[in-house]
């Protein structure tokens, strides 16, 4: 009967913390969603304001890599004939 009981008291208390932990992740998952919603909304704010930001983001974004990349391969070719 004790061992029964103890049993029980494992199953009850696990099926609490699965609870528990479900409620936890299903807060998390519609904080992220606000906040995913949160930042659209900001940007969408700040394109309304400056458009030529994004424009200017986008190129930047662009061409650093372009850049480097280039850099790169000359890098690399020049210490090869060498």
Not at 30 to 55: D, E, H, Q, T
């Amino acid at each position: 009967m004790k061992l029964a009981k103890f049993f029980h008291i494992i199953r009850v208390t696990f099926s609490k913390a699965f609870i528990l932990i479900a409620i936890v992740l299903l807060g998390s998952a519609i904080l992220s969603i606000y906040s995913f919603i949160n930042f659209i909304n900001k940007i969408a704010l700040v394109f309304k304001i400056n458009p030529s930001f994004f424009i200017s983001l986008f190129i930047i974004l662009i061409t650093i890599p372009l850049i480097s990349y280039f850099l790169e391969k000359r890098l690399n070719s020049y210490f090869k004939e060498k």
